[in-house]
């Protein structure tokens, strides 16, 4: 049998996450990502595992904070309107340290907008999944490969460092084929779950999963222990690729689909001469903070495109310390900009460098 | 080399269908390939396109804008795409279901009564797979014997009946003299 | 010699609970019951947010903290990851019969092999008496200053009637602990509960009609006597359903899958 086998992204997502041992999912329907929940829902009774249809996003965020708090590995997917109703769990979840995958299969925005592919969600999967002082780990697939790869990716990292680990793909990824090989999984140590409610059997002190803390003196000393942890991460766990930035005048940033498109936009530009390069984030948090910016010495421009109106841009300026113009091309609400459309940027900032 | 594949038609023509067997047959050869399909609000109808790459490097962008080989089996398909093929590139339509043809002269044309081939030979609904057949006879994009072991290995069990139908369609395409 | 003694399932400390407040009555009963069955060691309690948000100092078994309303979600997620592990909610009537309704009925027609216990005393406790899904007809609270008025702010629900109408509730019985007989009859349908639990019967629900003299405005001797002149009326006591409805929830699937 050939090794690697032709997948949906979304398909991809939820193999790879029964191959990391997840064992419960809970999800509720929603275009483009909804063969997450009947891939799981054919599959999990084979593995001994759980597929649940909740009765809503809200619910299924909350029996995913059960099932991690009893320590589970366990996954929930949604696409854009669906996350926004997660935001409440995803927050509580964040507050009681609890490791679980979060899927965000983006479709285009604001309200119900439409369910063609987008990245409009950049803002709240980096900046605010909900409220109070909070990150997760956002993971930027680009590929249906890595789809399968950063899931699993995910599962080990929010093992290592209690919190949730979200994968931000888009529709055309969810939708789109290509080969998967599923021998090149994570295989980090984790550590054991001895804060795991499931019973003390009298042999241990009682766990308290909990995210109340009344007395701001401890709130605020949790908060800053939570920063501290996302320092060690931001060190250790950014993830990144650079392609042709070597001698490239212009960089150009994209994560995801796009970063694709760029990829063949690049392409036809050094063909015509025009020396461009892609730095594509994987981890938009952490951001690849330093990475990039050690390109803006060498660059003398960089353009941020994305599916949304300009959401990475601030990233974009805050790593390069504004050292060198950004400026932004993007398509929204479901669009997806051709590789002509991206030559053509880049040919008009050719023209003025 | 890359080769931009496009294939439009309506829903339940099998549009996907096709398009998955040729990137499951360009997996299988080693090489890089990208299946993605047009996707809506509704189950049946409308319109229905998939674009598939098949390239021998990385694949960038996996939408095709501009054809290669575009295979349109209706007629709104053939009046968005067909201006959208490259120069050289080749158009495969099925001519029993759109009733003109291109004035292009710079690309090669090739029309095909896919359907009623169908339909008369008792395979009604396999118009897809006289075209990919077809497909196979024009662009040599795969060796005819690998094609159909491959697309009749993705046959399950349970449709079994449908191998045989299968390969006499795959025959038919391949065999159609223009 | 020792004749009078805090349950074993219960922290050594003290309730932050209002003077004549009875949570602490209905804690003691569940720590009691967790007690005689021997539970403690496996058992998962989830609780709310309202005035039992601080039930996690009060049990001596692993508890989870909750969002508002979402304690029977994040039940289930317990449960189904550790489906011998017995797990219980905490809940007040505005987590469980407002912001958290869906759940509520959903964890009912699902059926989960979970206990319930719910604390009904018609209004917000924790906020400072605003009306509750639960606040009686004509009943002032502070969001409701002229009185309850159904046409303007709805009926109040009835939570046992309701969930009895689903398939996957195995029991459901109101109780109070206003009189002393009836917080022997609550302790024996809490028992009930986490019994069934154990049998794998389904979901069982205790609804304990509560008091809550700060909001009310009464003394504790008053609400208790309001519990009887006027809730109880209202919210009559009783079994509203008792049955084994084990074929129709989880813990059947194991051997389904088999």
């Not at chain 2, 279901?97 to 609904?125: C, F, H, K, N, Q």
């Not at chain 3, 159904?150 to 109070?176: K, W």
């Not at chain 3, 006597?225 to 074929?247: H, N, R, S």
Request: net charge negative.
């Amino acid at each position: 049998m050939a090794k690697k086998v032709l997948m949906k992204g979304n398909e991809a997502i939820a193999e790879a996450a029964i191959k990391s041992g997840c064992l419960h999912f809970f999800g509720y329907p929603i275009t483009p990502q909804t063969e997450i929940s009947e891939y799981m829902a054919k599959r999990m009774p084979k593995v001994g595992g759980l597929c649940l249809q909740a009765e809503s996003e809200i619910s299924a965020i909350n029996m995913i904070m059960g099932a991690a708090a009893a320590g589970s590995r366990c996954l929930t997917s949604s696409s854009s309107p669906g996350i926004s109703l997660k935001s409440e769990g995803i927050s509580y979840i964040v507050g009681c340290d609890l490791p679980c995958v979060i899927v965000n299969v983006q479709r285009g925005g604001p309200g119900l907008g439409g369910i063609q592919p987008s990245q409009q969600d950049y803002y709240q999967a980096t900046k605010a999944n909900g409220h109070g002082d909070e990150h997760v780990l956002v993971l930027a697939p680009s590929s249906v490969q890595e789809m399968a790869q950063l899931t699993s990716e995910a599962f080990d990292l929010a093992d290592i460092y209690r919190m949730p680990a979200m994968i931000l793909a888009d529709g055309a990824l969810g939708q789109m084929m290509e080969p998967v090989d599923f021998d090149v999984m994570s295989k980090r140590d984790v550590p054991e779950k001895t804060w795991a409610t499931n019973g003390t059997e009298g042999k241990r002190k009682k766990n308290i999963i909990n995210s109340l803390l009344i007395d701001p003196v401890e709130l605020e000393n949790s908060v800053i222990a939570r920063f501290k942890k996302y320092d060690e991460i931001a060190e250790k766990e950014v993830k990144y690729e650079e392609y042709k930035c070597d001698d490239a005048d212009i960089v150009i940033v994209a994560y995801g689909i796009t970063s694709r498109i760029c990829k063949t936009a690049i392409a036809a530009a050094r063909a015509k001469g025009i020396k461009v390069g892609l730095f594509r984030p994987i981890t938009l948090w952490p951001y690849p903070k330093k990475q990039l910016g050690a390109l803006a010495d060498k660059a003398k421009h960089f353009l941020v495109c994305e599916l949304n109106m300009g959401q990475m841009v601030d990233d974009v300026k805050v790593a390069t310390e504004c050292k060198k113009p950004v400026s932004f091309f993007g398509r929204t609400g479901g669009m997806i900009p051709s590789p002509d459309e991206v030559l053509a940027e880049i040919e008009k900032l050719a023209a003025t460098l | 080399m890359t080769t931009n594949i496009l294939l439009a038609g309506f829903g339940g023509q099998g549009i996907l269908f096709a398009g998955k067997a040729i990137a499951k047959m360009a997996m299988d050869s080693d090489l890089q390939v990208s299946w993605l399909p047009s996707y809506g609000p509704e189950m049946r109808g409308g319109a229905a396109n998939c674009s598939v790459i098949v390239s021998d490097e990385e694949i960038g962008s996996p939408v095709v804008v501009t054809p290669d080989i575009l295979i349109a089996l209706n007629l709104p398909s053939f009046d968005k795409f067909e201006p959208k093929v490259i120069a050289g590139g080749k158009l495969i339509y099925d001519c029993s279901l759109i009733d003109r043809t291109s004035d292009r002269a710079d690309i090669e044309v090739y029309g095909i009564p896919a359907t009623a081939m169908a339909s008369d030979a008792g395979l009604t609904g396999m118009a897809n797979v006289i075209v990919l057949g077809y497909l196979l006879k024009i662009t040599g994009l795969f060796e005819y014997d690998a094609f159909l072991e491959h697309m009749l290995a993705g046959i399950p069990p349970t449709k079994a009946a449908l191998i045989e139908k299968n390969k006499k369609a795959l025959e038919m395409g391949y065999n159609y003299a223009k | 010699m020792v004749v009078f003694d805090k349950p074993k399932s219960l922290s050594p400390v003290p309730f932050h609970y209002c003077p004549g407040c009875t949570h602490g009555i209905v804690h003691r009963l569940v720590a009691e019951v967790l007690d005689e069955l021997d539970l403690c060691g496996k058992t998962v309690c989830v609780s709310p947010v309202g005035c039992s948000v601080f039930a996690y100092n009060y049990f001596e078994c692993d508890m989870i903290e909750a969002a508002h309303g979402r304690a029977p979600a994040v039940a289930t997620g317990v449960k189904r990851t550790h489906p011998d592990n017995i797990v219980f909610t905490y809940q007040g009537d505005g987590d469980l019969a407002a912001i958290g309704t869906a759940e509520t009925v959903h964890v009912g027609a699902r059926g989960e092999n979970i206990t319930i216990i719910f604390i009904n005393n018609c209004i917000y406790g924790m906020t400072g008496g605003q009306m509750a899904p639960t606040t009686m007809p004509g009943q002032v609270t502070t969001t409701s200053p002229y009185g309850r008025d159904r046409r303007i702010q709805g009926s109040p629900i009835r939570v046992c009637e309701m969930l009895s109408t689903l398939d996957g509730v195995a029991y459901a019985e109101r109780v109070a602990v206003n009189t002393v007989p009836n917080v022997k009859k609550a302790k024996a349908a809490i028992k009930k509960a986490f019994q069934n639990q154990i049998d794998k019967k389904g979901l069982s629900i205790v609804e304990v009609l509560s008091t809550c003299p700060t909001n009310w405005g009464m003394t504790p001797e008053a609400a208790l006597e309001w519990v009887k002149t006027d809730m109880i009326p209202f919210y009559p006591l009783g079994v509203y359903k008792d049955a084994d409805v084990k074929e129709l929830n989880p813990t059947s699937t194991k051997e389904v899958n088999e």
